[in-house]
């Protein structure tokens, strides 16, 4: 079962593998893809005909997957995503809208068929779901926090995210997924929150980068940019 309860996953059923070198998709997350390889072009055009779900996949090293025989060797986590919008150019490019359900992780890919271009993979569930409530809880609180203390107000996705933590309505870990999408760009971070199956422990890393960027905003400030002479920096 994906995070979305409105939409079903069968992790019984072979699932199309879309990999690039950096993680691309995580929960709650809109992905606009446009494809135009003929692998991947067949592969949105068969998830289009069945489940309309594609998992991101990763891989393991920095040169992507090379024109040869031998498949580039892909990381275990992933996250499952499903087609939420599409349109078809007239020259069979396609326009995609991916939007992520939940993290899972590669059982065992499959071989790949005459007619196939792409690759599968049999998946299981990522996300554990007895994650403490109270630790979750309290790691919401020491983000509004620190919101509160105005430092992190410096940034460009403050707003957003101020709008969402006033949001009683929305789920404590819906909101650190969100919260994450906005801050964390770094690559190697951002595959920790995928692989990490655990909603706390995620929440405890989007916690220390937070308090890391407000550290960087409070010695930002001691430097008194006001005072630069303009277009200098003391540093």
Request: glycine share 6%.
């Amino acid at each position: 079962m994906s995070e979305d309860a409105s939409i079903q996953v069968n992790f019984g059923k072979p699932i199309p593998l879309f990999p690039l070198n950096v993680v691309s998709l995580l929960p709650q997350q809109i992905l606009p893809l446009h494809i135009f390889e003929p692998r991947y072009k067949q592969l949105f055009e068969h998830a289009l005909d069945s489940s309309g779900q594609v998992a991101m996949a990763v891989y393991s090293d920095s040169g992507g997957e090379q024109p040869s025989a031998r498949r580039s060797p892909l990381r275990r986590a992933v996250c499952l995503g499903h087609i939420v919008q599409h349109e078809k150019l007239p020259d069979g490019r396609l326009n995609i809208f991916l939007q992520g359900l939940c993290r899972a992780r590669i059982i065992k890919e499959l071989p790949r068929g005459e007619d196939r271009l792409y690759r599968t993979a049999l998946l299981e569930p990522l996300d554990t779901q007895d994650s403490d409530p109270e630790a979750i809880a309290q790691i919401k609180a020491s983000i509004q926090s620190l919101f509160a203390r105005g430092g992190l107000q410096k940034l460009v996705a403050a707003p957003a995210l101020t709008e969402w933590l006033a949001n009683e309505d929305l789920p404590d870990r819906v909101l650190l997924e969100l919260i994450s999408l906005a801050i964390i760009h770094e690559p190697a971070t951002r595959y920790r929150l995928l692989s990490e199956p655990d909603a706390s422990a995620r929440g405890a890393l989007l916690l220390g980068e937070l308090k890391h960027l407000e550290r960087l905003v409070r010695l930002a400030k001691l430097q008194r940019p006001e005072d630069w002479p303009k277009g200098c920096s003391w540093n």
